[in-house]
C-alpha cells in the first residue's frame, strides 16, 4: 500500500482532513500524538487515513505548542476519531476544540497528563529499580535510575521557589539508565 506524509499547519488541520476525506481517503485507521520535548516545545498530533479502493494511506501531522496545546475535532468528520482525540487529551493535555472532553481512562480526580514526558513517574522513583543488564545477562550491580525519573534537581530537591527547568533539562535528565546517585 502506498503511503504519503503531509504535514499540515495546525490551524488547517480540519480543512486538511476535510480534502484528504474527499480525495477518497474515508477509513480512518488512527489518530496519536508524541511529545516531543527535548527537540522542540510542541506535541505533534498524527492521523492516519486509507483509501481502500485505490490500496493508498496518507498520514496528515501538525504540531501544536505544549504551552497551549489545542486542535480542531475532526470527530464530526470521522466519528471513528472521537476515541482517539479523548485518548490524546487525557493522556497529553490536548484540547479538541469542538470534541467531547469526557474522560475515557483516567478516573475524574487524576491530575496530570500521563504521557507527557514532562510528567515525573513518582511511582518509579519511590522502587528501587535493579538496573541494567550486563552484556552475557548477568545483572549488574549498579543501583540505576529508571526511565521517566528526572535528576534530583530538575524534580524533587530543587528549591521550589526558583525557575522551573527546561524542557530540555527535563528530557536529558529524564531518559533512565544513570547510576542512581546516594543521597547523603
Known amino acids: 500500500m502506498a503511503e504519503q506524509t503531509r504535514t499540515v499547519p495546525a490551524d488547517q488541520w480540519r480543512s486538511a ?11 480512518f485507521d488512527w489518530l496519536g500524538a508524541v511529545d516531543l520535548i527535548g527537540r522542540t516545545d510542541d506535541f505533534e498530533v498524527v492521523l492516519r487515513l486509507i483509501d481502500l479502493d485505490a490500496q493508498r494511506a496518507v498520514l496528515l501531522r501538525t504540531t501544536i505548542p505544549r504551552d497551549d496545546p489545542h486542535l480542531d475535532s475532526i470527530a464530526d468528520i470521522f466519528a471513528g476519531a472521537g476515541w ?11 484540547r479538541f476544540t469542538g470534541g467531547d472532553p469526557r474522560r475515557l481512562l483516567l478516573p475524574e480526580d487524576h491530575v496530570g497528563a500521563p504521557l507527557r514526558k514532562d510528567t515525573v513517574l513518582a511511582a518509579r522513583a519511590g522502587i528501587d529499580w535493579p538496573g541494567a543488564k550486563e552484556p552475557g545477562g548477568a545483572p549488574s550491580r549498579r543501583r540505576m535510575v529508571p526511565p521517566g525519573v528526572p535528576e534530583p534537581e530538575i524534580w524533587g530537591d530543587r528549591d521550589p521557589s526558583g525557575p522551573q527547568p527546561a524542557s530540555e533539562e527535563i528530557a536529558g535528565s529524564a531518559v533512565g539508565g544513570r547510576v542512581r546517585r546516594r543521597r547523603r
Open 17 to 27: 482532513v476535510a480534502a484528504a476525506k474527499e480525495e477518497g481517503y474515508d477509513y
Open 84 to 94: 482517539h482525540e479523548r485518548e490524546s487529551g487525557e493522556l497529553f493535555a490536548i
